[in-house]
């Protein structure tokens, strides 16, 4: 075996030999590492044949080669009455479809092949072989070009290997392969499957029901006798927990999902990948259960939503079309409970004991199982305390190392969307949960976030939910430092992105982009000087009026953010002095901080009778408004424009507005907005 190993690229001369050994080296009587010495082998003359092939070269022709160099000695195998040459040709073809499943698929395809394997199990068979036609099965089931490849004696047969077999191992490869075809061919094109002809209604004829298969390989799964047997169980479970009515039966089985979560080992196991000696198959099978239990139904887009209504539009006129159904069992109540129960059952902690296989399939099944179980605000922080968040941070890392080579993010850097899940996911704990709780004391892990929810914000495969999650997420990191709100508005395009979204017509996005701009106003020097303090009049003046017309939006959190920022950027006279500007050009800012403080005295102009007719006003609104006027009177030192501005605030109701809150308050008044009410009406009234 030992020989085989250090020859992996194909050699015409050699290649017999090699395949003369390679043929009886799955063999179960062979030991684990003999096999594993074997799959290497195989594993790497496969990829030594497709990567010897020039470039734009089709797949199918590496395909074709590949089965003619395999082929020939399993057919050959196959046609042999020694059931210990019919054992070695099945699982050699099952180690094929386990390194390449296009050349297995293409022998297994093969006249003959089918009938000669359903041949050798028509009788009496040793349970070697009857196990290893019930694993190839189970194999090959799993494509959809071996699902062409049915027929009535191969239904009949698993029905009958899957119920009434005396080796647990033949029952469970049977009853996964059965799971498989039903499954496969459901989601198979028409076309497909119009090709199984009688073969397909031969399936259908004999075909257990999915509750039955399940049931079967439940009690297999929590008696655990045997790993290879439970492996498969779980593999074949993963495939029915697509269905609604198996997601309910599952999620209230408390023994079984406890014996789920004790299943998955708590080391980084060693394997050889794409194997069958392979932990990764359990781990994924694991994941993928959890997944669809927790999974909710999937939210369409307005434009998706659309493209859906014309298609039943266009079905409707199709007599024969079956209109669509969507099971109660899957509404948004039935999954919260599902989640529940998988909590309950403490199988939070597989993520952390799952990710440490490290492949893409388990990395990415954790994140869409997490972002699931996140999705209601009740469970996050279970999902904290059990780890959560190193786990999304860790396949975060590895989707921007594998895209740019490095572990660190650029402003370059393309995440794929893929990642987005876990990205979203991480940003809703991120949404509701301090940054010290989501990423602890190390404020280097929180500068790590900042990258994915700047490029979660920019992607253009980006959901406008994703977005605003992602704004939500950087808002609550921008107000754990100033030098957190630094490094969040340096990042490049992020300030541009956010602010298109102010002018999104969304109210919450519109919201959410509104609110980290006040927050990297208040903490980043920056932003400050871009805002209030350029040298640009003009830049400064644009920028003022978009943050006062969001001042006047009837969602009250947008104009809370809104007059804060106005309000912090006022404190420099670069700003007030654009006000004044602006004031005087469009006569829009007095009568707005009027409105702010008290809707019943602010007077608008005819043209903007709509705005702020019933608007609701509120305490942080009044202390923003006052401070904000108070500065911009005191910065001007010219007596003319001064009493010039007066006036104007008298006819836009400002002055009344103050006067009103003063007289409300006074004796019982907040002094911290008292006080800046009280100067700006001295400068007001001052007639000198």
Request: aromatic content about 4%; proline content about 4%; some cysteine.
């Amino acid at each position: 075996m030992l020989e085989i190993t250090k020859s992996t690229q194909p050699s015409p001369g050699a290649l017999p030999d090699e395949l003369s050994y390679l043929v009886t080296a799955f063999l179960p009587s062979n030991t684990p590492g003999d096999r594993s010495k074997a799959y290497l082998t195989l594993s790497a003359f496969c990829q030594g044949v497709r990567s010897s092939s020039k470039p734009g070269k089709e797949l199918d022709t590496n395909t074709e080669a590949l089965a003619r160099a395999f082929g020939p000695p399993i057919v050959n195998l196959l046609a042999d009455t020694d059931e210990n040459g019919l054992s070695a040709s099945v699982s050699f073809l099952t180690a094929i479809f386990q390194v390449d499943w296009h050349s297995a698929s293409a022998i297994f395809q093969q006249y003959g092949v089918l009938e000669a394997i359903m041949d050798s199990v028509d009788l009496e068979p040793s349970i070697e072989l009857a196990r290893g036609v019930a694993q190839l099965l189970s194999q090959a089931y799993g494509h959809k070009p071996c699902r062409a490849a049915v027929s009535s004696q191969t239904i009949q047969w698993l029905n009958f290997a899957s119920r009434k077999s005396s080796d647990t191992n033949t029952r469970v490869g049977a009853t996964t392969a059965l799971i498989k075809l039903s499954k496969g061919t459901a989601l198979d094109n028409a076309e497909a499957t119009e090709g199984l002809g009688g073969a397909g209604r031969a399936m259908e004829a004999g075909e257990q029901k999915d509750e039955d298969l399940a049931t079967a390989l439940r009690e297999i799964v929590v008696s655990g006798d045997d790993p290879a047997s439970t492996s498969d169980a779980v593999e074949g479970l993963a495939y029915l927990s697509v269905d609604p009515g198996i997601k309910e039966v599952l999620s209230r089985d408390t023994e079984f999902l406890k014996r789920l979560s004790t299943l998955i080992p708590s080391h980084k196991a060693k394997y050889v990948p794409g194997t069958a000696e392979s932990p990764n198959t359990l781990v994924f099978g694991i994941l993928l259960i959890v997944s669809n239990l927790a999974a909710y139904r999937p939210r369409l887009t307005e434009e998706q939503t659309q493209i859906e209504k014309l298609r039943q539009m266009a079905k409707a006129s199709n007599t024969n079309a079956e209109p669509p159904s969507f099971s109660a069992l899957d509404d948004d109540e039935h999954v919260k409970a599902r989640v529940r129960r998988l909590l309950n059952a403490g199988l939070l902690g597989i993520f952390a004991s799952a990710i440490r296989t490290d492949t893409s399939g388990v990395r990415l099944l954790s994140a869409k199982g997490l972002l699931s179980i996140v999705e209601d605000k009740d469970n996050r922080g279970k999902v904290l305390q059990s780890g959560g968040a190193k786990v999304l941070m860790h396949i975060i890392k590895h989707g921007v190392s594998n895209s740019t080579g490095k572990s660190s993010i650029s402003t370059s850097t393309s995440l794929d969307p893929v990642y987005l899940t876990a990205t979203q996911a991480l940003a809703k704990l991120a949404i509701t949960a301090s940054p010290v709780q989501v990423f602890g004391p190390n404020e280097g892990a929180m500068y790590d976030a900042i990258g994915p929810f700047s490029l979660m914000l920019q992607g253009y495969s980006s959901t406008l939910l994703q977005r605003f999650e992602s704004m939500m997420a950087l808002t609550n990191l921008s107000s754990q430092s100033p030098d957190m709100a630094s490094r969040i508005a340096k990042l490049e395009g992020l300030m541009n992105k956010v602010e298109l979204l102010l002018l999104e017509d969304h109210t919450l996005v519109r919201r959410a982009a509104m609110e980290l701009v006040c927050n990297l106003i208040a903490g980043s020097d920056d932003v400050f000087e871009k805002y209030g303090g350029g040298d640009n009049l003009n830049t400064t003046k644009s920028k003022l009026q978009v943050l006062f017309a969001l001042s006047d939006v009837e969602d009250l959190p947008t104009r809370l953010a809104a007059t804060g920022a106005v309000a912090t950027l006022t404190s420099a006279s670069s700003a007030c002095s654009s006000l004044v500007a602006l004031q005087s050009e469009r006569h829009r800012v007095f009568p707005i901080l009027a409105q702010l403080i008290d809707p019943s005295a602010a007077r608008h102009d005819d043209s903007d009778e709509e705005d702020g007719a019933d608007y609701e006003t509120h305490p942080g609104l009044i202390h923003r408004a006052i401070v904000s006027t108070r500065n911009i009177f005191l910065s001007v030192s010219d007596k003319v424009v001064r009493k010039r501005l007066s006036k104007e605030a008298e006819e836009a109701g400002l002055l009344s507005a103050i006067m009103n809150f003063v007289k409300a308050e006074v004796g019982r008044g907040d002094g911290a907005v008292l006080q800046p009410a009280v100067e700006v009406l001295k400068v007001m009234m001052d007639k000198s």
